[in-house]
């Protein structure tokens, strides 16, 4: 329903975030994290191309695979990712698509899922990759 009166809305400073749930395969520090609700377990994974996944962020440290496990994640931010395809293709503002857990892809054709990571902000001085911005 919508508000119909001011309430107080709470609010977590800064950008980064701990989490908890089920780690389902070891997630290194700087990978794109996405997150799952399989059978009422939230679960955390390195980001894929996969079907049903949501990207949360980028891992601050390094997990094993385990439940009932914490994460710090990045949850906001823009953040410098691996890039798939030609340059001609990024647009500020559009979305950029998962191809693994570090690179993703303007081109939404060349993924199964169409996994969304962020919004292109702009290409680096390297061609190899790109700025994104998470959350």
């Not at 389902?24 to 994290?33: C, D, F, N, P, Q």
């Not at 695979?65 to 691996?82: E, F, P």
């Amino acid at each position: 329903m919508a508000l119909t009166a001011d309430k107080k809305t709470e609010w977590m400073e800064g950008r980064d975030i701990v989490v908890k749930g089920t780690i389902s395969a070891k997630i290194y520090a700087g990978a794109l994290v996405e997150t799952q609700n399989v059978m009422g377990i939230f679960g955390f994974f390195p980001a894929a191309d996969e079907n049903a996944s949501d990207v949360c962020g980028i891992a601050l440290e390094s997990k094993e695979a385990g439940d009932n496990q914490t994460l710090l994640l990045r949850r906001t931010g823009v953040v410098k990712l691996k890039a798939s395809g030609s340059s001609a293709g990024w647009k500020v503002g559009a979305d950029v698509y998962v191809v693994d857990d570090e690179t993703v892809t303007w081109d939404a054709s060349a993924t199964t899922n169409s996994v969304v990571a962020g919004k292109f902000v702009k290409l680096d001085d390297d061609p190899n990759y790109v700025w994104v911005r998470i959350g």
